[in-house]
């Protein structure tokens, strides 16, 4: 057979001459064979005898054990019991068949049968619901249906089909779900030319409706029980049989319906090895024996006056049954396909428990509650699978529903934050699930649009990778958070957020200070802006704040480029002001660094000048303060430290004023270098060209102009000398100081 097709093949009462295994001849054409291939699809011969071989012993046909023995002679294929199967694995076969009495053999004896098969591969898409669609569907134009009778011209047109809804147009579909809706609720359906006479009136004038439901909760049931076949056998007229094998089969997830065997008539029900057995009586009154009733397999006996008799002692049907049963008798099918095909996703690997099933309608109604803003009920403790499931049929509903609950569930409304707070519990723990949300951009804008936005709410839901929020998610709430909206400012909380800032270490520790990825991602997509406060206040100890720094530099030195490269570099200049702090009307600069911290880092972060344009600002305006008046108080320093000097040439460039630094700085470095060599020779030379070139120095660090000028400049020689003397590089400096004072005296006059 070739691959995931159905071959036809007709088995009934052969002579050699109609038997399509054999080679006939004149003389033994008309001899009696016995059971044979009559005809199929299948050209090759050799090939058709094995597959005859393997699906022999299916072919069996009896009239029902209450049957007069000159029934035999009344009945025909389409007045006795019509007997269609199917076995979704044969021997490594799937095979649908229609197995009807034929009332003479080619020898003439009464009784025999006439068989038509459709035999694929196991693999083929053919399911149980497939074949009872076909129910009732005779072959009429040599084209379509069952064929049900013998033909001296014989089958040439049965051919190879690719799938079985191609064995009969959609128009001969008899059995639907109208057809079974029709039935439970009214005991009646529409006949048609092939099924003239569908349901016994019994059904409608005998048989109430919640009885009929009855029988079929009890088969679905008892199916669920996982009981070994003959799972359910059913005694009814054989259409009725049908449309309740194909109620009770709609009614399951795939992952179990397709594993399930049926046959619509048994004459020795009880011998079957079907899932789904049906039988009948001829004879009014006839019942099965009552220790029959006692067995394994759910037994029902419609047949019985009053109504119908049952197998006592079987488990009553669950959640999942009644309420499937009362969706399909409602109308409202479509809600049961949408769970089993949630189920069929999700329980791939095994069949879903009664159990299973039964929590699985609990969780539906729970997800209903929640949707309705009704108080839901508390739920039991739930397997993996089953809380990957309520997770699922939640994405579900939002993404179906998406602009409704936009209208309904708006802002931060108080209604809005439950239900996005419970469905980000359901929801998010599971990462296939919470990705369908983000993925689908009303969703995800909606769950954004509905979050609590103040600080306190949104440090708590980052601050665990645990709870299911991805650092991208992390990214976008903090960035929606109050603090950076209003006022330009990240959320602090560093004690309870260590994911966003990471662990400090103490002021006056050692240790690094490793910058958290998170709070790295946060700003490259934060719009730089010259107000933004990057910072926790008060300002985190020291290595946090270099740690921080050399993360953006380190990210800066990297590909990154466009419009992250100026968000981090706008994000440098904000911190540098920040650790600047503000300049009080005293000249004093409040909430930065202290001044030993603060030029801790400008040694350790040199590099970073580049990233700090000479604009106004408070960090350019505490460098060019260090420069220019700290410097003056810190004399000592700068004569016995290049430190000093080196730092300021590295930074001045960030200062609008650089050309004043620059000019000040070398000023420095002149009169340093003249006190220098001077030194060695243990004297200063006071003559009147070194004194031009002491004077000018002193000028470029004190320029004219500036309030107190002289008694600036002779200040800064006078602790050059003090330190000069300390550290015994002059003799003395009791006359140097005189010709100073001599010098500035001399200005002064003038």
Not at 85 to 109: E, L, S
Not at 470 to 490: F, P, W, Y
Request: charged share 25%; aromatic share 8%.
């Amino acid at each position: 057979m070739g691959d995931s097709l159905f071959e036809q093949i007709l088995c009934t009462h052969c002579t050699f001459g109609t038997s399509a295994l054999e080679v006939s001849t004149a003389e033994n054409a008309s001899h009696v064979l016995g059971y044979s291939v009559r005809a199929s699809s299948i050209r090759d011969r050799e090939k058709l005898r094995r597959e005859f071989t393997a699906i022999e012993r299916l072919l069996q046909y009896q009239l029902p054990g209450d049957a007069q023995r000159d029934f035999k002679r009344k009945f025909d294929a389409a007045t006795a019991p019509r007997r269609l199967c199917f076995i979704p694995d044969f021997g490594g076969r799937q095979v649908a068949a229609q197995v009807v009495f034929r009332p003479f053999d080619t020898a003439n004896r009464p009784g025999s049968y006439f068989a038509h098969l459709l035999v694929a591969p196991v693999d083929a898409e053919g399911t149980a619901i497939d074949v009872l669609r076909l129910w009732g569907i005779r072959n009429q134009s040599e084209l379509h249906g069952w064929v049900d009778t013998d033909c001296e011209e014989g089958f040439p047109h049965l051919q190879t089909l690719p799938a079985l809804k191609d064995f009969a147009p959609e128009s001969r579909i008899w059995l639907t779900e109208d057809v079974v809706r029709g039935f439970l609720k009214s005991g009646q359906v529409r006949a048609t030319e092939a099924l003239e006479t569908v349901v016994a009136g019994r059904w409608a004038d005998v048989v109430n409706d919640q009885q009929r439901r009855e029988i079929l909760e009890m088969m679905l049931q008892a199916v669920l029980e996982g009981l070994h076949p003959p799972t359910v056998i059913l005694a009814a007229e054989p259409n009725v049989v049908a449309i309740l094998f194909f109620a009770l089969l709609k009614l399951l997830p795939q992952s179990i319906a397709r594993k399930i065997s049926f046959s619509t008539y048994e004459s020795d029900p009880f011998r079957a090895a079907s899932t789904l057995v049906g039988t009948t009586f001829l004879q009014t009154g006839t019942d099965f024996r009552d220790e029959e009733y006692q067995s394994n397999p759910l037994v029902i006996n419609t047949l019985s006056a009053p109504v119908f008799r049952a197998s006592t002692g079987k488990s009553t049907p669950g959640n999942y049954v009644r309420w499937v049963v009362q969706k399909l008798v409602a109308g409202e099918q479509r809600s049961v396909q949408g769970l089993c095909a949630a189920i069929d996703l999700l329980w791939k690997e095994s069949v879903p428990s009664r159990d299973e099933l039964d929590r699985v309608i609990e969780l539906e109604a729970f997800r209903s509650a929640l949707f309705r803003q009704q108080e839901a009920f508390a739920l039991r403790k739930m397997t993996p699978v089953l809380r990957h499931f309520l997770a699922r049929r939640c994405v579900d509903t939002v993404i179906k529903n998406i602009d409704v609950l936009r209208k309904s569930f708006q802002g931060e409304s108080d209604a809005s934050l439950r239900l996005v707070k419970q469905l980000e519990q359901i929801i998010r723990p599971i990462p296939q699930e919470w990705s369908r949300i983000r993925k689908n951009a009303k969703c995800s804008a909606w769950f954004a649009e509905t979050q609590p936005t103040d600080e306190r709410h949104v440090l708590q839901k980052v601050s665990k990778v645990e709870r299911g929020v991805s650092d991208e998610e992390a990214v976008h709430l903090i960035l929606s958070c109050d603090t950076v909206t209003k006022e330009k400012r990240l959320p602090h909380g560093a004690a309870s957020c260590e994911r966003l800032w990471g662990h400090w270490p103490q002021a006056k520790s050692n240790a690094t200070f490793e910058m958290p990825p998170l709070l790295l991602g946060v700003l490259e997509e934060w719009a730089s802006d010259d107000s933004n406060v990057v910072l926790p206040m008060p300002l985190p100890p020291l290595p946090v704040i270099i740690g921080i720094l050399k993360a953006i530099g380190q990210r800066l030195s990297g590909d990154v480029g466009g419009t992250n490269r100026k968000r981090l570099e706008g994000h440098v200049r904000s911190v540098l002001d920040q650790i600047a702090g503000e300049l009080d009307e005293g000249g004093v600069f409040k909430d930065g660094l202290n001044a030993r911290d603060f030029e801790s880092l400008l040694e350790q972060m040199k590099n970073f000048s580049q990233y700090y344009d000479p604009t106004e600002g408070r960090f350019q305006q505490r460098v060019f303060e260090l420069i220019r008046k700290g410097f003056l108080r810190r004399v000592g320093e700068v004569c016995t430290e290049r430190r000093l000097i080196n730092l300021g040439e590295s930074w001045c460039n960030s200062c609008v004023d650089h050309e004043d630094l620059l000019r000040r700085l070398r000023g420095w470095k002149e009169t340093i270098i003249y006190f220098s060599q001077s030194a060695k020779k243990g004297t200063l030379p006071f003559t009147s060209d070194k004194k031009i070139i002491l004077e000018n120095s002193v000028k470029m660090i004190i320029p004219d102009g500036e309030p107190n000028a002289d008694t600036k400049r002779r200040k800064i020689l006078h602790s050059m000398l003090d330190t000069y003397e300390k550290e015994k590089w002059l003799r003395s400096a009791t006359k140097l100081r005189k010709e100073i004072d001599k010098l500035f005296d001399s200005r002064k006059k003038r």
